[in-house]
């Protein structure tokens, strides 16, 4: 059964969640010798959206990920979801980080199950490791599988608690180019499914055309938002529809490419 079949059947839904962030600023390092990697930064992403995270490597999209999720505290001012500052690893996220991050010791299945948190059956856990093609590996331990089943053992972890947030960090960039367009697919699937909200960093600007309700560009580090890019077209979409093709060249040219 498709994904999205098996949560309707489910009738998951999350509450909803809106992510906001003020004036938010984190610099690392001691005082007088620290870097400002995220300056100035307000957002709101809404209950339900799908904003994406682009920009060059060292600029700030995994600290601004990391802040969300409360695994890091802004050094100005305030995180809050659905009005409630985050103080500290909030429970309301899910997360998948760039790496699998699989417990070693527990099977593929076990790591799925340490997501849902216990809330969810185990047939919603065997449809999402079918969703992630993970069928048939239920059973093995994250070494006796490649480096991209772990990562989807890893998306299918993330997706398992049905969180009201989803924050990925580029979650799909260790994934052959077919795969990556399938579980790009599976997380708009869930998403639209449960309501979530979903943030989300990607270096690939046709992911982020496919994924995003609007684009979030960052500038070098400290530099903040250079640029956010609305994407107005409705979803599921066709990857090659005409209507993205400007929007493909302006975010292009912002890096400096000019097609
Ligand atoms: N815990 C940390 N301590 C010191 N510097 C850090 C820490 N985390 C990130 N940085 C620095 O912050 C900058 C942005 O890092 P990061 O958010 O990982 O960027 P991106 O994900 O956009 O590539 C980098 O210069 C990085 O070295
Ligand atoms: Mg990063």
Redesign the pocket.
């Known amino acids: 059964m498709p994904i999205a079949e098996t949560l309707r059947t489910a009738d998951i839904h999350v509450a909803p969640a809106s992510v906001r962030l003020d004036a938010v600023g984190k610099s ?2 001691k005082a007088g010798q620290s ?1 400002d ?1 995220l300056t100035n930064i307000s957002l709101e992403v809404a209950a339900g959206e799908v904003v994406v995270l682009l ?10 990920l990391r802040l969300i999720a409360g695994l890091e505290t802004a050094t100005v001012g305030s995180v809050t979801i659905d009005g409630h500052e985050v103080t500290g690893i909030d429970t309301r996220c899910g997360v998948v980080f760039q790496e699998p991050r699989l417990f070693p010791w527990k099977s593929i299945e076990d790591n799925v199950v340490v997501g849902a948190r216990g809330a969810r059956s185990s047939e919603t856990v065997a449809a999402l490791l079918a969703a992630v093609g993970l069928s048939g590996f239920e059973k093995h331990l994250p070494r006796q599988v490649s480096g991209g089943m772990a990562q989807r053992a890893a998306l299918a972890r993330g997706l398992a608690g049905f969180p009201g947030v989803l924050l990925l ?1 580029e979650p799909f960039a260790a994934l052959d180019a077919l795969t990556r367009l399938t579980m790009q697919d599976l997380l708009l699937d869930v998403a639209q499914e449960t309501g979530a909200t979903v943030v989300l ?1 990607t270096h690939d600007i046709d992911e982020a055309l496919h994924l995003a309700d609007r684009i979030v560009v ?1 500038g070098e ?1 400290g530099q903040g938002i250079a640029e956010i890019v609305t994407v107005d077209h409705p979803r599921p979409r066709d990857r090659s529809h005409p209507g993205l093709a400007p929007l493909r060249d302006e975010l292009l040219a912002r890096f400096g490419i000019h097609p």
């Open positions: 690392f390092g870097v990697v920009g060059p490597s060292g600029c700030g999209k995994s600290t601004l960090d960093v960052l580090r």
